[in-house]
């Protein structure tokens, strides 16, 4: 899909406040209701815009303790990674996961939980146990410094 700038504007409209109603956008972005309505349906539909959800403070809802952790696979066929991706996806813990290069590890994942006791408990109980994982390393998030899910619209053309 070409984007041009209103389409480009929406997007940044919607990645500041995605609760905006579809009048509200239309006044921010200069155009009427009705084609405003459709470029965002036609934004979603072509899947530039993948989804809208609430980002939730964690902290607000008991997830003290974020970690990152580099998981290790003992053998590099396609089984192994797909028994761990399908098992991994059931943690709701597990709020973001990468097949990363260019490090040790094979996987990046990103938990939250509430402290370090249910850490130990989703690492030892349910993580080390996956077929194929050999390795784990973790890192604990002190602060966050840029805490965003906005995209750079710097690079449509």
């Known amino acids: 899909m070409q984007l041009d700038k209103f389409d480009i504007h929406i997007l940044q409209q919607l ?53 990152i952790l580099h998981i290790s696979m003992d053998k590099h066929i396609p089984e192994r990674f797909q028994h761990f991706e399908q098992t991994i996806s059931q943690y709701p813990e597990v709020t ?25 408990d989703l690492l030892l109980g349910k993580i080390t146990r996956i077929d194929g994982v050999s390795g784990v390393k973790s890192a604990f998030v002190m602060r966050k410094v840029i805490d965003s899910s906005k995209v750079p619209l710097t690079y449509v053309s």
Do not use: W
């Open 15 to 67: 990645q500041t406040d995605g609760s905006l109603s579809n009048q509200q956008l239309a006044e921010q972005v200069g155009l009427t209701a009705a084609p405003c309505s459709r470029r965002v349906k036609q934004l979603e539909e072509s899947g530039v815009i993948r989804d809208r959800v609430v980002r939730i403070n964690e902290r607000a809802v008991n997830l003290n303790l974020t970690a």
């Open 96 to 120: 973001e996961c990468y097949i990363i290069t260019g490090h040790e590890a094979d996987y990046q994942l990103k938990v939250s939980v509430p402290d370090m006791d249910s850490y130990h």
